[in-house]
Nanobody, 120 residues
Framework: VQLQACGGGLVQPGGYVRLSCAASGSIYTMNNMGWYRQAPGKLRELVAGTTFGGTTKYADSVKGRFTISGDNAKNTVFLQMNSLKPEDTAVYYC???????????????WGQGTLVTVSS
């Protein structure tokens, strides 16, 4: 399963950006999709995740500012990032898990990462 992320770029503090990630391949069912980020010198951390059953979770640092949503029919997930702060600067990675054809084996895939820079 391949993940293609897009969005990101340079944005001013207080601004917004929307990331999207589309999964492709022999997907039988998608269980969960999410976004992680890794800032320079730091470990990768979960930003937001969603199951297609409707459960979402957020890192405390982004609650109230970021919103994750998904389109189950298109195996796509979005991350709306508002009120951005310089500390949100990081490479953002899309992640997805589920089961794939032909033998229903589990997959856990990562996108290539997209850089979000929050700076004036």
């Amino acid at each position: 399963v391949q993940l293609q992320a897009c969005g990101g770029g340079l944005v001013q503090p207080g601004g917004y950006v929307r990331l999207s990630c589309a999964a492709s391949g022999s997907i039988y069912t998608m269980n969960n999709m999410g976004w992680y980020r890794q800032a320079p010198g730091k470990l990768r951390e979960l930003v937001a995740g969603t199951t297609f059953g409707g459960t979402t979770k957020y890192a405390d640092s982004v609650k109230g500012r970021f919103t994750i949503s998904g389109d189950n029919a298109k195996n796509t997930v979005f991350l709306q990032m508002n009120s951005l702060k310089p500390e949100d600067t990081a490479v953002y990675y899309c992640n997805a898990g589920g089961y794939m054809y032909p033998n229903y084996r589990a997959f856990d895939s990562w996108g290539q990462g997209t850089l979000v820079t929050v700076s004036s």
